[in-house]
């Protein structure tokens, strides 16, 4: 079963605009990772949010946790045509291993 | 820096056979797993190893064997491919310690018929 949904699925923005994204999860966590995966390839790491920050940023991305209604958003600023991939929120539950449980992704489109 | 290398990239093969999928990382991770995708989905562990010579089942193990004999390579094994084992492997790598990204290699495009 999957930790992480999110929210929404697809997403088609016009270049300029932000983007948001929302993940919901289950279970209480170490720390939530966000990351991206172009059509044909593997993810890559954008941003990890431990459970004790409530907001982190990087370039673009506005990564906010509310571990109280278990849930996380991605926020794209300024999209561009090249921010085009699915986004996948990811949860460490502190499970064996570290593992990480990823939501099933958001397919976000930026019209050029 | 290769990062984590997986082949073939991609293979069709048929109801019964049996296969390796090759991984190799070289970042001395110690943390090492696989896992699939399936369309519109997101990722579902198989299999991970917490270090060489260790490792456990993940949400999906069933069909799959791995070994960790280095800490370098993960392969992972189709025993008698099935046609629900089509789907994208990936498989990552992560160093040890708490909050660690994990690093995915481009992944094998399976088909079995």
């Known amino acids: 079963s999957q930790q992480g949904e999110e929210d929404p699925q697809a997403l088609s923005i016009q270049e300029g605009e932000n983007a948001t994204m929302n993940c919901s999860y289950k279970t209480s966590i170490n720390n939530l990772q966000w990351y991206r995966q172009n059509s044909g390839r593997g993810l890559v790491h954008l941003i990890l949010?431990?459970?004790?920050?409530r907001e982190k940023h990087s370039g673009r991305l506005r990564v906010t946790l509310d571990t109280s209604k278990k849930s996380s958003s991605l926020l794209i600023t300024a999209s561009r045509a090249a921010d085009t991939a699915s986004y996948f929120c990811?949860?460490?539950?502190?499970?064996?291993?570290?593992?990480?449980?990823f939501g099933g992704g958001t397919r976000l489109m930026v019209k050029p | 820096n290769a990062g984590v290398t997986q082949t073939p990239k991609f293979q069709v093969l048929k109801t019964g056979q049996s296969m390796t999928l090759q991984c190799a990382q070289d970042m001395n991770h110690e943390y090492m797993s696989w896992y699939r995708q399936d369309p519109g989905m997101g990722l579902r562990l198989i299999h991970y190893s917490v270090g060489a010579g260790i490792t456990d089942q993940g949400e999906v193990p069933n069909g799959y064997n791995v070994s960790r004999s280095t800490t370098e390579d993960f392969p992972l094994r189709l025993l008698s491919a099935a046609p629900s084992q089509t789907s994208v492997y990936f498989c990552?790598?992560?160093?040890?310690?708490?909050?660690?990204?994990?690093?995915f290699g481009d992944g094998t495009r399976l088909s079995i018929l």
């Open positions: 990552a790598s992560r160093s040890t310690g708490g909050s660690q990204p994990q690093h």
């Open positions: 949010i431990r459970s004790n920050e």
């Open positions: 990811a949860t460490d539950a502190n499970n064996a291993g570290n593992m990480l449980t």
